[in-house]
Nanobody, 121 residues
Framework: QVQLVESGGGLVQPGGSLRLSCVAS????????MGWYRQAPGKQRELVAT???????VYAESAKGRFTISRDNAKNTAYLQMNNLKPEDTAVYYC???????????????WGQGTQVTVSS
């Protein structure tokens, strides 16, 4: 199993910044993607950004130019730097880790408990 613990959420004014952290522990040797997703009230969970173990990054359109995902493999930690936050960024942010397994579909997803980000004046 993989355990993910997020931190760094909170209340911030529009235009402000937050940095989320996600520490992975447990059976992490085969993790090849870490990412951030978010879920606003009444909406489906959506991708924010992902980063592979070799540094390949994908951003949602809403995150491009404002958010930066990074990863410290030595610390088993992923980060999400969020700048110029907007009220529409308000959501619960979830860390995700995907690792390889030997049986179909050959990957397994793990999720953190989520951290609330509220952007409001």
């Amino acid at each position: 199993q993989v355990q993910l613990v997020e931190s760094g959420g909170g209340l911030v004014q529009p235009g402000g910044s937050l940095r989320l952290s996600c520490v992975a522990s447990g059976s992490i040797a085969s993790i090849y993607i870490m990412g951030w997703y978010r879920q606003a009230p009444g909406k489906q969970r959506e991708l924010v950004a992902t980063i592979t173990s070799d540094g390949t990054i994908v951003y949602a359109e809403s995150a491009k130019g404002r958010f930066t995902i990074s990863r410290d493999n030595a610390k088993n930690t992923a980060y999400l730097q969020m700048n110029n936050l907007k009220p529409e960024d308000t959501a619960v942010y979830y860390c995700n880790a995907r690792r390889r397994v030997i049986i179909y579909p050959y990957y397994e997803d793990f999720w953190g408990q989520g951290t609330q980000v509220t952007v409001s004046s």
